[in-house]
């Protein structure tokens, strides 16, 4: 009963580096999410995707893309690095309907000097 | 633009003592909301999710209340413990199409024995 897999846990990036990070869930839900989540500023949507093959911009998409690989899979890549994308990371996943219940992976937390 | 404020931003109480978590939104067409709980390096599980149509929630020993025309929710933990321990978000579902959840900044709850 895995529920929603984010690797890695742990990453540093010099500036101008890429990345991505993976997200899985086993949970059949149509929408996933990537948040971050800064002291003192609560999680923040970075995008999101309602159904396979759709994303959308959350409140923060700046400096990051998203690809909706399937039902299961959910990547944030980050194509040049930069500090302030130091944040911890979170992937969570709901099913659509009346009960959004929305859960949520162990968070990747990325360094960026 | 719905903004999510929770007060206080910390607290600490001995054990046994019944406590009340607030949370405000600035916008009052919510779907839902939902009461997360977070613990130190860890990803956020979902508590208690209250429908924009319901008053209260409950499970065990932790209550949930909506006032949506105030624009507020109060989470109630009766009979706290020392494993209560942790930060408390609440957040908000816009409406059911748009699909994305506002997050407060949580707060971080003590229970000391």
């Known amino acids: 009963n895995a529920g929603v897999t984010q690797t890695p846990k742990f990453q540093v990036l010099k500036t101008g580096q890429s990345m991505t990070l993976q997200c899985a869930q086993d949970m059949n839900h149509n929408s996933m999410y990537w948040y971050r989540q800064d002291p003192g500023m609560g999680l923040r949507l970075i995008y999101y995707?309602?159904?396979?093959?759709?994303?959308d911009k959350g409140e923060v998409p700046n400096g990051y893309n998203v690809s909706r690989l399937n039902k299961r899979e959910f990547s944030l890549r980050l194509e040049s690095a930069a500090p302030s994308q130091t944040s911890v990371y979170f992937c969570?996943?709901?099913?659509?309907?009346?009960?959004?219940?929305?859960?949520f992976g162990q968070g990747t937390r990325l360094t960026v000097v | 633009k719905q903004e999510v404020t929770q007060i206080p931003a910390a607290l600490s109480v001995p054990e046994g003592e019944n406590l009340v978590l607030n949370c405000s939104f600035t916008d009052s067409a919510i779907y839902n909301l939902q009461w997360f709980r977070q613990d130190p390096g860890k990803g956020l599980t979902s508590l208690l999710l209250i429908q924009s149509s319901q008053r209260e929630q409950t499970s065990g020993r932790l209550n949930a209340s909506l006032d949506k025309s105030s624009g507020r929710s109060t989470l109630y933990i009766a009979a706290s413990q020392p494993g209560d321990s942790a930060t408390y978000l609440c957040?908000?579902?816009?409406?059911?199409?748009?699909?994305?959840?506002?997050f407060g900044t949580g707060t971080r709850l003590q229970v000391f024995p």
């Open positions: 957040a908000v579902l816009r409406s059911y199409n748009t699909d994305k959840l506002i």
């Open positions: 969570a996943s709901s099913a659509n309907g009346q009960l959004q219940v929305a859960f």
């Open positions: 995707s309602a159904s396979e093959g759709t994303t």
